[in-house]
Each structure stands twice: as structure tokens, then as C-alpha cells.
């Protein structure tokens, strides 16, 4: 037996993030017997390395010591639901992430898509228990866009199958109709999971804590969090969330489009409705929707409800990456349209009250550095230029 991953392998040695580790279980037919292994892959190569460590509870530090001479090297192949190591013509096969109650051996997994990862139709957790003999259950959540533009999340339950071969199969009932998806899998068991397309691989083995970190890390120093516990990360997560939703409504009834992200932690305006053209100069049309903008954000931002939860504001500027200019071009247009949206919101021209506002706002240019991309990955040039606000919370007043 083998396992490996941060939910799967409970030792200590897997917080040490500079190797892969392992812990490997061998039986005879009367004992088993486990130890801790440094794992690399290398093409079809399997390379196990031995490892001792103790961890010291006085220095807080886990030290290590690689064992050169307790090495082992196996050829791997898979086959559907299993892994198979050779070695010197012997071959054992394992089978991914199946538990026991009692007599019964299923799966299951609660995981969120990797940061760095494509995502199934905005698809981002995948939670499920499946068996042979059982019925399944499997629920995902996901992300969609109200008729505001508003980003929101929702969960649904649909139809697993697991197969023998390797096919993950899942129906999920829609809206506009049911949907079947069909990948090759690899079970991580605790995990989570791997799913192929034969073009692109999406990894969904992120716990909720590291998701919920990611996330947040948006809207705050994310050294702030890392100690949380779980209960704490969902006060914050919650007060955003409500916090993004009364933005949206007030938005709305002012009669404004501001994009609302929750992912990205922005609040976007389409820049063809405050400068004209290329230039970085507001227009007639752009003051008058900065000023219900900032009449909007203020009177919810800085209400009793929120009083001491946005530390600071931030106006991002943002330019479309479009062929010959350079992130060193289009810099300074990004950097001129943030300033001048940000001088815009201060003064008395809004008729606004931004005393509280402008001891918090700041600015940054990130040119071309930032592209929106479609549910396809493919850039969106038109919402790529926009102008954004985001919010940094402040993390004493969140709990």
C-alpha cells in the first residue's frame, strides 16, 4: 500500500514541501510493516528513496535525512483503476483510494479545483461517495453569472459512475438540460481527483482550507489567515460574500453595470463607458457614472454593517494585451487611468462625502498583465479593459 498527498498521508514528513513524499506499507504473510519514502517520477519510473526524520516540539523544525541506500526503482503503468509497479520482472498492481466499513470498500472525496488548474465548466468542487454495491451520491458546486453579471456560486446533485477502465462519468441536470461528462480518472483517494480529456488535465485535490486560503487571498494578506481555523475562515468567507452581494444590489438600483467577481476579488468598470477612445481622460458620460458609483460603494463599504472591514481600496487600471504593445507600453495608460478614476472619486465634484475613502484608496497600473478569459480559456478583449475596485479586509474586524 501506498499513500501520498497531504489528506492521504497524515506524517509529518509531508509538510516538508521541498520533495514528494510517500508512506509505503509491505506485507508478509504474517506482518506489515511501513516506512517513509522521498518519491520522483520520471517518465515511466517510479524512484522511491528512503527518509528518517524526527521533529523537534522545542524549535518547532522537523529535521531529515535522506537514506541513499534504501532505494527502490519500479517501471509503473496504469490500467483503469489501477497502478501497476514491475520491478526485476515482479509486478504488484494497487488500487486508488477505495476505504472500508466493515466489509464494504467504497470511495470517497470531498476536493476543490487546484489554483493552478483548468476548471470543468467553472465547475470547482467535486464532493462524492461511490461504491459497487451502493448508490452513489455526488453533489458539485460551481460558478455562474446572475443577470447583474454578479458572480455566484451554486451546488448541484447529479449522476456518478465509476468504472473499472478508468471513466469518470457524471450527469449534472442544468437549467437549460442535462449534461454528461466523461474523463479518464485517477482517484487520490482523500485527495480528491485527477480528470483527463485526453487534451487537458484538471486537478481537484485541494482541501477546503488551502481553497478557502487561495480565495481570500484576493482581499487579504494571506499571512493574516494561515493560523485560522476552520470556523474562523468561514466568518470572513461569509462577511465577503455578503459584503459583495450588498455592492451588487446597490449597484443596481443606481442603474450602473459594475462587474462583480468574487473569484478575482473585483468590481469592474468597462472602460469605453469613463475614457474615450485611448485616452485616459474621463468623459462627460464616465464623471456621471463615477459619481453614482462611488455614492454606491461608499454608503455600503463604510456603513454600521461593515464599519472597520475594508482596511484599504485599491483602484486597479487595466489595459486588453493586443498585438505590439508591450506590458512596458501599456503601463503608464493603465497607471494614468487608475489615478485619475481614483482623483475622480475624491473630489467634491461627486458630491459624495469620501472622507473615510481617501485615507484608505491607493492605486496600481498592471498594463496588460491581468486579461479576462472566457469559460474556453480563450481572452476577452473587451473586458479585459476595465477599470476595478478591490477591497482589503481587514482581518481583526472580520472574526
Keep these: 500500500m501506498m499513500e501520498a498527498g ?75 483503476l ?16 477505495y476505504s472500508y466499513s466493515g466489509e464494504e470498500e467504497y470511495i470517497y472525496a470531498t476536493s476543490y479545483v487546484n489554483s493552478d488548474s483548468p476548471q470543468i465548466d467553472r465547475i470547482f468542487e467535486f464532493s462524492y461517495r461511490w461504491s459497487e454495491d451502493d448508490d452513489p451520491w455526488f453533489t458539485v458546486n460551481y460558478e455562474y453569472e446572475d443577470e447583474d453579471g454578479v458572480t ?140 453614482k458609483f462611488i455614492k454606491a460603494y461608499t454608503s455600503i463599504a463604510f456603513n454600521e454593517k461593515y464599519d472597520g472591514f475594508i482596511s484599504k481600496t485599491i483602484v486597479e487600471g487595466h489595459i486588453a494585451p493586443v498585438d505590439g504593445v508591450t506590458y512596458e507600453k501599456g503601463m503608464p495608460l493603465s497607471e494614468k487611468r487608475a489615478k485619475n478614476v481614483k482623483d475622480y472619486c475624491l473630489s467634491k465634484d461627486t458630491g459624495v462625502d469620501t472622507t473615510k475613502l481617501a485615507k484608505t484608496i491607493e492605486t496600481v497600473g498592471y498594463s496588460n498583465s491581468k486579461p479576462v478569459k472566457d469559460k474556453d480559456g480563450n481572452i476577452d478583449y473587451a473586458a479585459s479593459r476595465r477599470v476595478s475596485f478591490r477591497f482589503i479586509i481587514n482581518v481583526d474586524k472580520a472574526k
Excluded at 489501477?82 to 483510494?97: A, F, K, P, Q, R
Excluded at 485541494?206 to 487579504?220: A, E, G, H
Design 82 to 97: 489501477g497502478l501497476t509497479l514491475t520491478n526485476n520482472g515482479t509486478s504488484t498492481t494497487l488500487y486508488s483510494n
Design 152 to 291: 455566484q456560486t451554486t451546488s448541484l446533485d447529479g449522476v456518478l459512475e465509476i468504472r473499472k477502465d478508468g471513466l469518470f462519468t457524471f450527469t449534472l441536470p442544468y437549467e437549460t438540460g442535462e449534461k454528461t461528462y466523461q474523463y479518464a480518472c485517477f482517484l487520490c483517494g482523500d485527495d480528491g481527483v485527477i480528470l483527463s480529456d485526453g487534451t487537458d488535465v484538471y486537478y481537484y485535490m485541494t482541501n477546503y482550507f488551502d481553497y478557502t486560503k487561495t480565495d481570500l487571498s484576493n482581499n487579504v494578506d494571506i499571512s493574516l489567515i494561515e493560523d485560522m481555523n476552520e470556523t474562523e475562515l468561514k466568518q470572513i468567507e461569509q462577511k465577503k460574500t455578503d459584503l459583495y452581494d450588498d455592492l451588487a444590489s446597490a449597484f443596481k438600483e443606481a442603474g450602473i453595470k459594475v462587474t462583480v467577481n468574487k473569484k478575482t476579488g473585483e468590481l469592474a468598470m468597462d472602460t469605453t463607458v469613463l475614457f474615450g477612445g485611448d485616452s485616459a481622460e474621463l468623459t462627460k458620460d464616465g464623471k456621471e457614472f463615477l459619481n
Design 6 to 80: 497531504y489528506e492521504s498521508n497524515d506524517r509529518g514528513i509531508v509538510h516538508e514541501k521541498k520533495y514528494d513524499w510517500a508512506q509505503v506499507t509491505f506485507a508478509t504473510e504474517t506482518s506489515t510493516t511501513s516506512h517513509d519514502f522521498k518519491y520522483e517520477v520520471k517518465g515511466n519510473k517510479l524512484i522511491l528513496t528512503g527518509v528518517e526524520y524526527e521533529y523537534n516540539n522545542d524549535t518547532k523544525k522537523l529535521k531529515y535525512k535522506l537514506l541513499e541506500d534504501v532505494k527502490m526503482e519500479f517501471d509503473f503503468s496504469f490500467s483503469g
